[in-house]
């Protein structure tokens, strides 16, 4: 363990990192003579409760460096003047903060001076656009999560669940968490998890960030925090919707069994002297029906004959069997389908002048009941099928844990360097509630009936086939679940040199970041038919016998699996089979060049990208043994790292106190998902071996993509407590991922094969509007909208795969991507009492309303044959393959969408205790807002299905017509879409009204 740790700190001197930039901003102003206006050279300005502080120049001057993002009262000194503070100055990651110190002769002011700051409406020295936005200014919004608020901001969509930043696809924003990654490099998503009230601030840099941060190409949400108070306080907040029973109504709405306990620490660490101080946060969030959305519940009964929608005969196709109970499912919830989970953030903060020590951590646990059935087709995953086998549903368990420490020395008032260490570790397993972590028993019947399950028989058992009645198949009770696990982790150190020279900062520094990722995937049930079938194989493969091996991870299917063998145990062989290290390298040089009227940042940045990754010498004969089905390793050609240099600059022009212009332009460069590179030697024996159509294929030695961004934004303050941003942007994305194909040479063994290689391009456009109305009369508000174009030739890296399959082309001409949103914005007002307004009743009562709008996304309407798709996905085109467009590729727009959201609030006291109650609703008018459609209709209630009998009729007969229909009409239709959502994984609909009632209790 010591010889880690000293590996552990060469790492952190040898190899300085700083991928996502400081969390600490800055402080400058000046001090002055109150009477005379002349600069006080020496005076002295502190930070109380801190040890920084900094001494006025010949003109009066002062800088302080390397403050924490926070909240802060400042203090200037001089000998002969009264001292003045400055309460509730606020300190912006990576911004300026600047002030003025106006100090009284002694003989004109009794004592010292305090002044409230209030925070500016415009930033004189941010030379891009940046949104801000702290815990208090967020805390009262209608929405609970950092990535509701983040989703409010300019140049943000939010769509289907994910995040997209001024057009860039959902894998280009970068996320960080007081410094430190924590984007996940395999599918592009944000690993970590953060409670509101341990947040600090959060910033959104749609673009145009500086040289220091890397590794994302369409924005950076970036995440610091709180630090320890200097007197101990405690928060316990409850919030619950738990009002009314599954399937019952409270105030025209449903509960979804929902509730979130958090409770919050902070002060000062005994025995140190008010030096070591600590903030933690713990929080627990539970939901019984995480599906929120519009569902409306069926009843089917058995009956003879056909008798109505709701009576009709409950007898299987298949097995002729009667379902005497019949199928029923509630109005509003989804049974089964729980989460559950549990996070920890907290920081702790040594300020040992002149160094500082600041360890943050955020970990979290998280359970919940599966929705689909993964990857195993003997499952049927859909929220109908799934009805019959509820005492059996899989669970996930997912963990991540963050770990970062950052060590400042202040070398003197000017100058400072930090050093940082982070580690990070994320895991999650799918898997069946009964027999857990033994997936090869899954199908074994001793151990299902040592479960309390009774398979008829190992090679055709009743479970794992469907049951299907009136052309719907169910799944069979007992059927066992999948098994699915993950693992990614990394190493990353930094070092950061800042010194402030004349009226230039600069800062300095490199990054590293070493992954190791892992991924496994298996069909349970071929693995124990391969092991009763071959046990002497099995027996052989279990003693590492190569070829045996190969036989039965070729037995246990295609799908991805590497770092892992084919029994689920970890690998930590090289090779195509073994754990993958991609490594991230960067450095930066920045200068940032401050005046009265001109603010100059100029920066370059070099990143190292090493995927862990190769390709063919020939690709057209790939190096594909068809003997033994392996790739033959020692032909793959390993891909030479990428290096590009990438330079930012912006422009800031304060031309007054309340008006600045900016101007930016910038390169940026992202690595790949992994997800879309690796795989292990199954996949490849499949791929190679031709007669599957992959529709998710991998790539081999892509190339980072790559985007050149514009921008140029007016900031003006136009009234005393009003002002408006206004940005515009222009950017190309070059080099995404898109599909291809391979058409093989005629005497190569291998058949031709799908690919993804880099090609998709994008030009995305438009304008953002800020408006900020700082509290006036006891209003507050905020306005933002966003008009943009994002067009591109590939919404995802497999839009063209059924194009590409078919004659080998690739899309070339631009059109509208799927989440293109051209307009979207939101208003939120905010009124409220203060403390001692108001009578007793309206005393520290507020409300704030919410309002978001935005235009639909792009789609395009199709028709397609019915082809060889179950009987109950009806009018969905299953097969890309057999999809043919009606009109030009995302010619339609889906509606409109309007929400509105309210929070009522009332504060009250107890001595020291303070207590706030509150309520809020979400889509307060419970409108059904239309997010996607079906593309044979172009709306969300009908798949045209029925209306189109050349492709219906046939399929209607054969599954006992009316009562066909009857299931059809109430799983599919009538708002519930199953068959959409079961084949896009989307739904059509947004969420219903969410009622919610609270409690904050603080010392």
Known sequence: MQKKMIVLLLLVLLFPALVFGATVGKISGTVLDSESGDPLPGANVTIPGTTLGGAADVNGNFVILNVPVGTYTLKAEFIGYRAVEITEVRINSGLTTTLTFDLPVEALAVEAISIVA????????????????????????P?????????????????????????????????????????DPVYGNDLAAIIPEALEEFQVQAGGFNAEFGGANAGIVSRSLKAGSDKYQFSFQAE??????QGEQFLNTFSYGYSNYTLTASGPVPGFNNKLKFFMAGDNQFQRDRIVRFWNGFDFYHADTYVDENNFPMVTEVFNELVPDGIHSPDGNIPQTMSERWTGNGTLVYDANPFTIRLGTAVSWQRQQDITGQHNQLQSPNLFARLSNLDRVGLTDRSTALVNMKVTHLVNPTTFYELNINAFDSRRKSYDPLLGDNFYTYWDSLSNSDAGVTLTNWATPLAGNPMVIAGFGMTVPGTPQNFVKGRQNYISGSANFTTQWKQHEIKAGGSFELWKTREFHTLERNIFTGMVNNPDQFREAVAGDEEALSQVMFGAGWYPTYGYDVFGNELDDEGVNGPRSPKYYAAYLQDKFEISDLVINAGLRLDYIDNDDFHFEDPLNPPWNAETGFIEEDALVLMDPDVTVSPRVGLAFPATDNTVFHVQYGKFVQAPRLNDIYTGQAFYQALFNGGNFFSRPVGFGLDPEKTTQYEIGFNHQFADNASFDITTFYKEVNDQIQPGRVLVDFASRAASYNVLQNGDFATTKGVELAVTLRRTNRFAGQMNYTFSTALGTGSTPFSAIAGTSANNSTPSVVQPLNFNQRHRGSVNIDYRFAKGEGNQLLEELGANLLMTFNSGHPYTRARGAFGQQAAATAGVITDSRSRIPVEAINASVTPWNYQLDLRLDKSVHFGSLDVNFYFYAQNLTNRRNVINVYERTGNAWDDGFVATPEISQSVIAAHGGDAYIAMHNAINLNGNGVNYENNYGLLLFGAPRQLRFGMRFGL
């Open 240 to 245: 619950t919707d738990n009002f009314a029973d």
């Open 118 to 141: 209030e925070r500016p409406l415009v930033n004189k020295n941010a030379t891009n656009a940046v949104r801000i936005q702290s815990y208090e200014e967020m805390k009262n919004v």
């Open 143 to 183: 929405v609970r999560g950092v990535a509701a608020i983040v989703a409010l901001q300019p140049g943000v969509v939010a769509q289907d669940g994910q995040l997209y930043i001024r057009g860039g696809r959902a894998d280009e924003v970068g996320y960080s968490l007081e410094g430190a990654n924590t984007r």
